[in-house]
C-alpha cells in the first residue's frame, strides 16, 4: 500500500473539509450561524424555490427547502413575509420528503385573515398545541422562532411566546400522528397552498448541547380534562375560551400561559357600558390599542342595554367580535334588573318573569349586533334550582329560532354550567354555532373549560359547529348598524 506524505494528506483533509462545509455545514453546539439568501444553499437543497441575493421565494405548492444536516436541540430563527393565500409549515425532526414529514413537528405560516384558509395561524404547533389567534398579517415582514430543549418546545412569532409544549414521557397519539414525537431529523420549509408566496429572508440556526436537562412534565396531561384537550388538539378542534377578563390584577402573560399549558387559546374583553370601565371610543379604543400585540382574540363585552348609545361602529368594528348576555334589562314595572345581584332581582311570578326573560333576549339577539350570546338561559338565584322547568321546550325553540335567524353563536359557559345538555343538543340540531368561555370573576377561577368540554362529548359537538370571528372587512356591526334605540 502507498504511504501518503503529511502534506498530501493534510491538503486532502482541508479539500474534504471544505466540500462537507460546502454541502452538509457541521453546527457545533453552542456556535450560532447566520445564513443569508445568496449562501442558504449551503445549507439547504432547494425544490422548486427561486433564490434572489436577498430573498428565498416559495410559490408553487411543496416548493421546499430541505437542510443538509440534522437538528435535535436548536434555536432557528427566519425572517419570512407571506403574501394572501400563502400557507406553509417548517418541519422539524423529520425526514426529506412529504412522506418523512409525518415524522416530527410542524409549525404552521398562515397569516390569513378569520374564515380564510386553514383555522390555524402562524406559530401553531400543528395539531398539537393549536393557534387560532392572527398576530401578523399578509404583506408584513415577521420572525418566526423555533426552539427545542429535549422534550420542550416553544415556538415565538416577532418575539412573542405563541405555542409552547413539554412532550411527556409517554406521549397520546391518535391514529396517522404516532410518530409526531421528538427525536432528530432534518428541518424543512414548505410551502403547502397553490396561493400566494412566502418570501424568506435572513435566516439564524443554532444548535444547543445534546445532553440539556428535560423540562418537568406537567400533570395536567395525565387527568381526564388533559387527555381530552390532548386529542381535541389533534383533531384539529378549535379549542378557545372566548370569553375571559383581566380581573383582579390578573395579566394577560398569565392568561396565555395558561392557555399554553392546557393547549388552547383565549379572547379578552372588557366590559362596556354604562358604569363600568369602558363608557365611549376613546376609552374602547385605548384597551384596543394596549392589548393589539398582544397573542389573544380582543373582543368587546357589550353591558346592559345601554351600550348601544355609547360606542360608534367603527371603534366596535376594531375587535375580533362583540358578545352580549340578557342579565340586565328593564322589566314591565321599570324596574332594572341585573339578574347576577340578588337585590336587584324581582321574581314576582316565576312564569310571567320567564316570559318577560325570554322576550328580552329576542329584542336584544334580534336588534343588537352581536355575534355570541354568552352566561345564556341564565336563572337569578332565587329561582335557578328550577332550570330545567323553567325553560321549557317552547321557551328553548324561542331563543334557538332568534340565535339562528340572527347568526349568532351560543357560548357553553363553564363558570355557569349554562346551557343544559337538552338545550344544546336542540341547537346543534338547529344549526347553531357554538363558543366556549369561562367569564372569570377574578384571577383565581379561569379553570380548564370542564364544562364545556363534557358537553362537546355529550352533544356530539364537532370543529364545524364552532364560531369562528369574522374577518375584518365583515364585522357584523358594519352590516347592521346599531339600533336606534335601546332594546331592554
Known amino acids: 500500500m502507498r504511504k501518503v506524505n503529511a502534506a498530501a494528506l493534510s491538503l486532502m483533509t482541508f479539500f474534504a473539509l471544505l466540500a462537507f462545509t460546502a ?5 457545533p453546539a453552542g456556535e450560532k450561524r447566520t445564513i443569508v439568501p445568496d449562501k442558504a444553499k449551503n445549507y439547504f437543497t432547494f425544490e422548486s424555490a427561486a433564490s434572489y441575493p436577498d430573498s428565498l421565494v416559495l410559490t408553487e405548492r411543496n416548493a421546499s427547502l430541505v437542510s443538509r444536516f440534522g437538528l435535535k436541540n436548536f434555536v432557528f430563527t427566519v425572517n419570512m413575509f407571506t ?11 423529520t425526514g426529506s420528503n412529504q412522506q418523512d414529514t409525518a415524522r416530527g413537528y410542524a409549525v404552521m405560516i398562515n397569516n390569513s385573515d378569520y374564515r380564510k ?14 393557534n387560532f389567534v392572527r398576530t401578523v398579517g399578509d404583506g408584513e415582514w415577521f420572525t418566526l422562532t423555533i426552539e427545542v430543549q429535549v422534550n420542550l418546545i416553544s415556538v415565538r412569532v416577532n418575539d412573542r411566546l405563541i405555542s409552547e409544549y413539554t412532550q411527556p414521557g409517554h406521549p397520546e397519539r391518535q391514529a396517522g400522528l404516532e410518530n409526531r414525537l421528538l427525536s432528530e431529523g432534518l428541518l424543512v420549509l ?22 440539556l436537562l428535560p423540562a418537568a412534565e406537567t400533570a395536567f396531561f395525565n387527568d381526564s380534562t388533559g387527555r381530552m384537550l390532548t386529542l381535541l388538539n389533534q383533531q384539529g378542534f378549535p379549542l378557545i375560551d372566548f370569553h375571559a377578563h383581566l380581573k383582579g390584577g390578573l395579566t394577560s402573560d398569565q392568561v396565555t400561559a395558561h392557555g399554553r399549558s392546557n393547549g388552547y387559546n383565549y379572547g379578552l374583553a372588557p366590559n362596556c357600558g354604562l358604569n363600568f370601565p369602558v363608557t365611549n371610543d376613546s376609552s374602547l379604543l385605548a384597551w384596543y390599542n394596549e392589548m393589539k400585540g398582544e397573542p389573544v382574540f380582543k373582543a368587546m363585552q357589550c353591558e346592559g342595554r345601554e351600550w348601544v348609545t355609547l360606542f360608534s361602529p367603527q371603534a366596535i368594528a376594531q375587535y375580533d367580535y ?8 328593564t322589566d314591565h314595572r321599570g324596574r332594572r334588573m341585573r339578574l347576577w345581584i340578588p337585590e336587584e332581582t324581582f321574581v314576582d ?24 350570546y354568552v352566561n345564556p338561559t341564565y336563572l337569578p338565584e332565587v329561582i335557578a334550582n328550577r332550570y330545567d322547568q323553567l325553560w321549557t321546550s317552547e321557551r328553548m325553540d324561542r331563543v334557538i329560532k332568534v340565535l ?7 357560548e357553553i359557559n363553564s363558570r355557569f354550567r349554562i346551557p343544559g345538555l337538552t338545550f344544546v343538543r336542540k341547537a346543534k340540531a338547529a344549526g347553531v354555532k357554538f363558543t366556549l368561555g369561562t367569564n372569570n370573576a377574578d384571577n383565581t377561577d379561569l379553570g380548564r373549560l370542564d364544562y364545556s368540554l363534557w358537553i362537546i362529548r355529550e352533544a356530539g359537538i364537532t370543529a364545524a359547529d364552532m364560531f369562528i370571528p369574522r374577518p375584518a372587512g365583515d364585522r357584523k356591526v358594519l352590516k347592521k348598524g346599531l339600533p336606534a334605540r335601546i332594546t331592554g
Open 349 to 372: 311570578n316565576e312564569q310571567q318573569f320567564m316570559d318577560m326573560l325570554v322576550a328580552k333576549i329576542e329584542a336584544v339577539l334580534s336588534n343588537e349586533p352581536v355575534d355570541i
Open 23 to 27: 454541502c452538509s455545514p457541521s453546527l
Open 322 to 329: 362583540i358578545f352580549t348576555d340578557a342579565m340586565t334589562w
Open 117 to 130: 384558509g386553514n383555522l390555524q395561524k402562524t406559530g401553531s404547533l400543528a395539531l398539537i398545541r393549536n
Open 404 to 410: 339562528v335567524e340572527n347568526d349568532v353563536a351560543l
Open 83 to 93: 403574501t394572501v393565500g400563502a400557507e406553509g409549515l417548517i418541519c422539524f425532526h
Open 190 to 211: 414548505r410551502k403547502t397552498s397553490s396561493e400566494g408566496a412566502i418570501i424568506i429572508g435572513e435566516m439564524t440556526l443554532k444548535a444547543l448541547a445534546p445532553d
